[in-house]
């Protein structure tokens, strides 16, 4: 394999982490829009801390990173050939993964409900942590070479940091996806649809599916092009390292601006809600509300996982899972 220079390396990764920053400043002044805008809900505190914590360290990344470029190109190539110059721009990454990573692990927890279910994803998380700083550590170590984060002592925390992450990912992704399907389910029920395909699926259900998925996808494909060029000792991982730090806020974006595109209306919720009170009076109160409720309110949960709903804390009851909501509420309640 060919290897490009350093310096190459980074004359083509900083225009792309530009475009891709440009993009992200829109999508977080979009989000903050999502976010405040939303009059029937309180703001969803958790989301909006990430979303702060997520453009900064991307604003911090493209800083540091458009320092380096001028020092190196400037005053001396040398500072390409410095990983302990890196040190900060390493750390702002790694900040970066575990907020981010944190978020889809919250996620799950929000639509699960159960700490059991979220155990393994949780155990990644933390050993993403754990490899992380390692990682960071191992190539802020002073050497004389810039290949230094091919180094073999460095090379197995890296591996380890990026195979643990994208496997994180895959298993909190997956998890999510399967629970929201799970969720259109009762949806489907509650109203006598037909449960099957994408097509067959609550419009607003697949569409928050059909994002979370993508942006799953999209975030795993580039962690595994990411582990492939680390693998292989190309340079080119300098720019992977580079355009992944900003799509890892994109995809967060992306997740909270598309939910809120696909709330319910004021007229929908109306329609559901003669649905429910007909439904009501001509089948048993005790099932409907158990269906309907649960139905409603887990949707809910889906709106409050992906950053435009409230947080709601569910207790048991011997019919079902009930949530500390009346069932004549219905039409009031928070999505």
């Not at 230094?148 to 990912?169: K, M, P």
């Not at 598309?258 to 099932?287: A, C, F, G, I, P």
Request: glycine share 4%; aromatic share 12%.
């Amino acid at each position: 394999m060919v290897q490009i220079g350093l310096n190459v390396a980074a004359i083509v990764s900083i225009p792309i982490e530009s475009i891709l920053y440009g993009i992200s400043i829109l999508m977080f002044l979009w989000t903050l829009w999502a976010l405040f805008n939303d009059k029937s809900t309180h703001i969803n505190k958790v989301m909006l801390t990430a979303a702060w914590i997520l453009f900064i360290t991307g604003t911090l990344h493209l800083i540091v990173d458009s320092r380096r470029a001028y020092l190196g190109f400037i005053v001396s190539e040398a500072y390409f050939l410095d990983n302990n110059f890196n040190t900060f721009k390493n750390s702002v990454y790694g900040a970066e993964t575990f907020v981010a990573d944190a978020v889809l692990l919250y996620r799950c927890y929000i639509v699960w409900r159960d700490f059991k279910i979220i155990l393994l994803p949780m155990v990644l998380w933390m050993a993403t942590i754990v490899t992380g700083i390692h990682a960071i550590w191992s190539v802020a170590q002073p050497v004389s070479i810039g290949e230094a984060i091919f180094l073999n002592e460095t090379a197995h925390w890296v591996t380890a940091f990026y195979s643990v992450a994208l496997t994180a990912n895959l298993t909190a992704t997956m998890l999510l996806a399967y629970r929201i399907w799970r969720v259109n389910g009762a949806v489907n029920a509650s109203s006598s649809s037909s449960i099957g395909t994408l097509n067959n699926m609550n419009p607003r259900i697949r569409s928050v599916l059909l994002v979370i998925m993508e942006c799953g996808i999209l975030y795993s494909v580039t962690l595994i092009v990411m582990l492939v060029l680390y693998l292989s000792k190309s340079n080119g991982v300098y720019i992977m390292f580079d355009i992944i730090v900003q799509i890892i806020p994109i995809t967060f974006y992306v997740i909270i601006i598309r939910t809120s595109l696909h709330r319910l209306t004021d007229k929908q919720k109306l329609e559901l809600y003669k649905q429910y009170t007909s439904n009501y009076v001509h089948q048993s109160s005790r099932n409907i509300v158990v269906r309907v409720d649960e139905a409603a309110l887990a949707m809910s949960d889906i709106d409050s996982a992906s950053g435009v709903g409230t947080d709601r804390t569910p207790r048991k009851s011997n019919a079902s899972l009930i949530w500390s909501v009346p069932s004549k509420s219905f039409y009031k309640t928070e999505y």
